[in-house]
């Protein structure tokens, strides 16, 4: 499986922005998918987390503000990312796999990443 991740640029803190996580050779609705980030110097952490059966996970940090959902019609899973903090800053990059794998970081694919920029 290929993984596209897509959506990230520069916003300004309150603003929303949408990523996409798109994928080539197989079906993403045959996996669990999920949503990391790495801040510049930090390791990469968990976001969120969507199932087959499209349970989901967000971390404490982005509950309330951002939204995993799929559209296995269009082979995509999307993280709608709303009032976003400068915190927020980072490479975010979509995994698929079991969902203790993805939940626990050691998904089977990985996606290349996009660059969200939050300017305070």
């Known amino acids: 499986v290929q993984l596209q991740a897509s959506g990230g640029g520069l916003v300004q803190a309150g603003g929303s922005l949408r990523l996409s996580c798109s994928a080539s050779?197989?079906?993403?609705?045959?996996?669990?998918i999920g949503w990391f980030r790495q801040a510049p110097g930090q390791e990469r952490n968990l976001v969120a987390v969507?199932?087959?059966?499209?349970?989901?996970y967000h971390t404490d940090s982005v509950k309330g503000r951002f939204t995993i959902s799929r559209d296995n019609a269009e082979n995509t899973v999307y993280l709608q990312m709303n009032t976003l903090k400068p915190e927020d800053t980072a490479v975010y990059y979509c995994?698929?796999?079991?969902?203790?794998?993805?939940?626990?970081?050691?998904?089977?694919?990985w996606g290349q990443g996009t660059l969200v920029t939050v300017s305070s």
């Open positions: 050779g197989r079906t993403l609705s045959w996996y669990s």
């Open positions: 995994a698929a796999g079991d969902w203790n794998g993805v939940r626990y970081g050691t998904a089977n694919y």
């Open positions: 969507i199932s087959r059966g499209s349970t989901t």
